[in-house]
Nanobody, 129 residues
């Protein structure tokens, strides 16, 4: 089992930066691919970024088109954390951000929420204009 806890959300002005962290528990954390999703008020949950599972780097990553070049996902399996560095934030990035874990046997695109077995409680990110 893996438990995920997000942190680092907050209020920032447009153009600013935030760094979100996803802390995972359990000895099998490194065997899960980890993704960030977000859900804005009144909208469906959408994929943001993913990083593959591997014991050693380099990992593979994937990003939604809307965040490419602005967001960077990384992981530290020693600390059991996945970080989402968000730069050049826009008001449309405002949402609750969730991290999610996907086991090695899962298939399909990272962007499909149905392939994830564990979710965090979410952290609010608000970008003011």
């Amino acid at each position: 089992q893996v438990q995920l806890v997000e942190s680092g959300g907050g209020l920032v002005q447009a153009g600013g930066s935030l760094r979100l962290s996803c802390a995972g528990s359990g000895p099998t954390f490194s065997t899960y691919a980890i993704s960030w999703f977000r859900q804005a008020s009144g909208k469906e949950r959408e994929f943001v970024a993913a990083i593959s599972w591997r014991t050693y780097s380099p990992y593979s990553t994937d990003y939604a088109d809307s965040v490419k070049g602005r967001f960077t996902i990384s992981r530290d399996n020693v600390k059991n954390t996945v970080t989402l560095q968000m730069n050049s934030l826009k008001p449309e990035d405002t949402a609750v951000y969730y991290c999610a874990a996907r086991p090695t046997y899962a298939r399909g695109q990272y962007s499909s929420p149905l392939t994830y077995t564990h979710w965090g409680q979410g952290t609010q990110v608000t970008v003011s204009s």
